[in-house]
């Protein structure tokens, strides 16, 4: 199941990750995908906003790999950047979050795509233009269908 929306700057981007928040449970993962600058870290923001984190906390994990958020649910999120395959993964025990009570949110997910699990919401960010993005959900199981559907009722 598939939803398309075209964000119009990091306000709408934000609040599209908050909204989609409003839709997660405890051990939901969502895999984010996009180049650099296209609104993976705006969207986690809005996430965390929605997840009811102190909005102070929330930065890039590019450097630390991992920034765990306490809130309604407490959010992970991750950065795969710099990492390479599923031996640096193992180092930084992602499977070990993946069995909590909380939600992983991944960004650059897409350089080691094999270590998700199927019931995995990926979301794709594009650039349209110097504000525009198109943010693409997709939901290949469970969990990831039940957000996706929840965002086209909400339109």
Same mark, same amino acid.
């Given at each position: 199941?598939?939803?398309?929306?075209?964000?119009?700057?990091?306000?709408?981007?934000?609040g599209?990750?908050?909204?989609? /928040?409003?839709?997660?449970?405890?051990? !939901?993962?969502?895999?984010?995908?996009?180049?650099? %600058?296209?609104?993976?870290?705006?969207?986690?923001?809005?996430?965390?906003?929605?997840? @009811?984190?102190?909005?102070?906390?929330?930065?890039?994990?590019?450097?630390?790999?991992?920034?765990?958020?306490?809130?309604?649910?407490?959010?992970?999120?991750? !950065?795969?950047?710099?990492l390479? !395959?599923?031996? !640096?993964?193992?180092?930084?025990?992602?499977?070990?979050?993946? %069995?909590? @009570?909380?939600?992983? /949110?991944?960004?650059?997910?897409?350089r080691?795509?094999?270590?998700?699990?199927?019931?995995?919401?990926?979301v794709?960010?594009?650039?349209?233009?110097?504000?525009?993005?198109?943010?693409?959900?997709?939901?290949? %199981? @469970?969990?990831?269908?039940?957000?996706?559907?929840?965002?086209?009722?909400?339109?």
């Amino acid at each position: 199941m598939e939803a398309t929306f075209l964000s119009h700057g990091p306000e709408e981007t934000e609040g599209l990750g908050q909204g989609v /928040a409003e839709l997660l449970a405890p051990g !939901d993962v969502l895999a984010l995908c996009g180049e650099l %600058g296209s609104g993976k870290t705006c969207f986690v923001r809005g996430m965390a906003r929605g997840l @009811e984190v102190e909005e102070a906390l929330v930065a890039s994990p590019s450097f630390t790999l991992v920034n765990e958020y306490p809130g309604r649910i407490t959010l992970y999120h991750m !950065d795969f950047y710099r990492l390479r !395959d599923l031996e !640096d993964l193992e180092l930084i025990g992602f499977w070990e979050y993946l %069995g909590q @009570e909380a939600v992983v /949110a991944v960004e650059w997910a897409d350089r080691i795509p094999q270590a998700f699990p199927s019931d995995t919401l990926w979301v794709h960010f594009s650039l349209v233009g110097e504000r525009e993005r198109e943010i693409s959900f997709r939901g290949e %199981g @469970e969990a990831g269908r039940r957000v996706v559907e929840g965002l086209l009722r909400k339109g």
